[in-house]
């Protein structure tokens, strides 16, 4: 049944990676290190950017403790290592190919929770500075955000229902006429 604990480090880890990456972003990324982090910010295209140097700074953690324990054979180790490379990878994906469509892999999702770390995302890309930045994290984000693509779903529902109508009324109008 040790896997099971194994499985558990694991997500553990990954979740924990969520709150690393909110607090390097927001107070190293936009602090100290912000001549890493500006190229993303400045709305510019590069097809590197320094930026990516913290997917190198990130994979440090990961292959140490992946490396130490497998030599100690300290697999709770291994678990951590492997809760670090596939929060990276998760990263790389959605920041990078879903959100910022860097590699043309996927389409435009429609999925709403996509679609609410797409404008949380893009509301901290708003802003060109190092200083009064919002919306850290990557895939647990602050509830107006999620309210307000609610708001435009039911917009964008309420605009359809309208049109809808108005053909209705139109035909029903034609048809009285002949
Ligand atoms: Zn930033
Ligand atoms: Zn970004």
Known sequence: ????????????????MEFVAWFTHKYVMHGVLWFLHEDHHDG???????????????????????????????????????????YGWCYFLVHDV???QRFKWF?????HYIKVIRWA??????????FGGESFGLLIVPIKYWDKVKQDE?????????????????IQH?????
């Open 44 to 86: 510019g295209y590069h097809p590197f950017q320094k930026n990516d140097a913290f997917f190198l700074i990130f994979a440090i953690p990961c292959w140490l403790s992946t490396m130490f324990g497998l030599m100690y054979e300290m697999y709770w180790l291994v678990s951590i290592g492997a809760g670090i490379f596939l």
């Open 1 to 16: 049944m040790m896997w099971v604990v194994y499985i558990l480090i694991a997500a553990a880890t990954f979740l924990f």
């Open 107 to 111: 389409t435009r999702s429609n999925n």
């Open 154 to 170: 039911r917009d964008s529902y309420k605009a359809k229902i309208t049109i809808f109508e108005d053909e209705r009324r139109t």
């Open 174 to 178: 034609r048809n009285t006429i002949n």
């Open 98 to 100: 879903v959100i910022h």
């Open 121 to 130: 995302h893009k509301m901290h890309h708003k802003h060109r500075n190092k």
